[in-house]
């Protein structure tokens, strides 16, 4: 069980997490960091969050049997066939620490979710 904290960074939010959680973790960091190079990785609400001109794209989160991105938002609908097989529930997705880590998937759901800020920061300002 993690003990509650202010993380103050990524590194120090995986380093908390159990070892299998922690190699999927980096896995999925790197992802995200590859398909998302100019997002600020920040911790926003206590979990590993990347932003983009300010708004707040996708996060991600290590759980015992499984990790966790958020939010979902058009995603869902967009990659339904590949998002399948993974639990999805209330903004959601959860990937199971028992499978590799689909870094494709991630990466696509990753830049879908910065077009999705894009265009809602451009809603915004109109």
């Known amino acids: 069980m993690v003990v509650k904290t202010k993380f103050k ?20 960091r790197a992802t995200i960091r590859k398909a998302l190079p100019g997002a600020d990785e920040v911790i926003s609400y206590q979990i590993p969050t990347y932003k983009i001109n300010g708004q707040r794209v996708i996060f991600f989160a290590g759980w015992k049997e499984h990790y966790s991105i958020y939010p979902v938002g058009g995603v869902e609908k967009t990659l339904k066939k590949e998002l399948a097989p993974y639990g999805i529930e209330k903004g959601t997705i959860r990937f199971p ?13 990753a830049t879908l ?6 265009a809602g920061a451009k809603a915004k300002k109109r």
């Not at 960074?9 to 999925?28: F, N």
């Not at 620490?97 to 759901?109: A, F, Q």
């Not at 979710?113 to 894009?118: C, D, L, M, N, S």
Request: aromatic fraction near 2%.
């Open 9 to 28: 960074s990524v590194d120090e939010y995986i380093s908390t997490q159990p070892q299998d959680v922690q190699a999927a973790l980096k896995r999925v």
């Open 113 to 118: 979710r910065a077009k999705e800020a894009a």
């Open 97 to 109: 620490l028992s499978k590799p880590v689909p870094v494709k998937l991630i990466e696509r759901i």
